[in-house]
């Protein structure tokens, strides 16, 4: 048997429930397809992270910016 999961809604969530339930979808459809669907969102995001931190540097093109902006400050 599944767990029941109680939230407090605000008028945000209150206009979300609306549109997610316009296709005739029952409240507890609407929520558990939300709930899902940002969780596959957000495991996408992690692993697009991780293969862009995993994806090899280029070579340095020898532009510092920090010595760069600290070299414009004792110049102002």
Known sequence: MADTVTIRTDPD?????????RDGANRSEAIRQAVLEAAMRRERLVEMKRAFLRRPMSAPDGVNLADDIAREREGA
């Open 13 to 21: 969530t209150e206009h979300a429930l609306d549109v997610l339930t």
